[in-house]
């Protein structure tokens, strides 16, 4: 009988406690969206929405920054991640290798476009031959420009990396979202349209999934969780801006 009861307790407080969600974010900086690095910990909407969502669910959130590539091998051959986020179904298929994942409905829709400065804006695709991006980021935008050889792409580990290359004429441009470099652009005590979106060269409007190899769970629950906070989605994008 007491060996029951002892079993009964174990069971109520894990209950308690709630299930542990393993989530792996890209250990990089781009904030407001969200920052994971070694300096600092996460921060941001993407990881506020999270928290949101297992406090949502009673659940305990474990959050694992790990470097881009790490994350898929983690999540689909080691198997030791339940989620990952941000992702998109166009992102990464290398990394993916044709297996199958799980998708919720979109999180935050971005924009991804090119920055110039602000005397090139306006010059025409034919100018841009040298573009930068952060390592592991796919320039979905420029992929036929990218597929002809017309365009060369170069890749760093960071934003402030490629900020620099552009203001000193290493690179025509760099592909990212226009939010976060403006907020990277303050960082180094730099003007915010010191780099501008230029609306005549490649953009896309894409968005943030949550992803899982294993769990439709999860899943369906983050969904309905989307669906049923408008206000707590809307409150969270007020604080950063978005």
Same mark, same amino acid.
């Given at each position: 009988?007491?060996?029951?009861?002892?079993?009964?307790?174990?069971?109520?407080?894990?209950?308690?406690?709630?299930?542990?969600?393993?989530?792996?974010?890209?250990?990089?900086?781009?904030?407001?969206?969200?920052?994971?690095?070694?300096?600092?910990?996460?921060?941001?909407?993407?990881?506020?929405?999270?928290?949101?969502?297992?406090?949502?669910?009673?659940?305990?959130?474990?959050?694992?920054?790990?470097?881009?590539?790490?994350?898929?091998?983690?999540?689909?051959?080691?198997?030791?991640?339940?989620?990952?986020?941000?992702?998109?179904?166009?992102?990464?298929?290398?990394?993916?290798?044709?297996?199958?994942?799980?998708?919720?409905?979109?999180?935050?829709?971005?924009?991804?476009?090119?920055?110039?400065?602000?005397?090139?804006?306006?010059?025409?695709?034919?100018?841009?031959?040298?573009?930068?991006?952060?390592?592991?980021?796919?320039?979905?935008?420029?992929?036929?420009?990218?597929? +002809?050889?017309?365009?060369? @792409?170069? /890749?760093?580990? #960071?934003?402030?990396?490629?900020?620099?290359?552009?203001?000193?004429? =290493? &690179?025509?441009?760099?592909?990212?979202?226009?939010?976060?470099?403006?907020?990277?652009?303050?960082?180094?005590?730099?003007?915010?349209?010191?780099?501008?979106?230029?609306?005549?060269?490649?953009?896309?409007?894409?968005?943030?999934?949550?992803?899982? +190899?294993?769990?439709?769970? @999860?899943? /369906?629950?983050? #969904?309905?969780?989307?669906?049923?906070?408008?206000?707590?989605?809307? =409150? &969270?994008?007020?604080?950063?801006?978005?």
């Amino acid at each position: 009988m007491k060996r029951w009861r002892l079993l009964a307790l174990l069971m109520v407080t894990a209950l308690a406690q709630g299930e542990t969600l393993r989530v792996g974010i890209e250990q990089h900086d781009y904030y407001p969206y969200y920052r994971a690095t070694l300096e600092s910990p996460p921060e941001g909407y993407c990881l506020d929405l999270l928290e949101a969502f297992a406090e949502y669910e009673g659940l305990t959130l474990e959050l694992l920054p790990q470097p881009l590539n790490r994350l898929y091998r983690n999540m689909l051959d080691e198997q030791n991640l339940d989620l990952l986020f941000p992702d998109n179904p166009e992102w990464a298929r290398q990394a993916k290798a044709d297996r199958h994942l799980y998708y919720s409905e979109a999180a935050v829709q971005i924009v991804d476009g090119t920055m110039v400065l602000a005397n090139r804006r306006g010059q025409g695709l034919n100018n841009i031959r040298h573009l930068g991006t952060v390592r592991g980021f796919t320039a979905q935008a420029w992929q036929p420009q990218l597929d +002809a050889g017309t365009v060369h @792409l170069v /890749e760093t580990q #960071d934003l402030h990396s490629l900020i620099r290359m552009v203001v000193r004429g =290493r &690179l025509d441009a760099l592909y990212a979202n226009p939010q976060v470099v403006r907020y990277q652009l303050a960082q180094l005590d730099m003007s915010n349209n010191y780099l501008q979106l230029d609306p005549q060269l490649p953009l896309i409007y894409t968005s943030f999934h949550l992803s899982s +190899a294993s769990r439709p769970d @999860l899943i /369906e629950r983050f #969904d309905a969780f989307l669906a049923h906070q408008p206000d707590t989605l809307q =409150r &969270l994008k007020t604080r950063y801006g978005l």
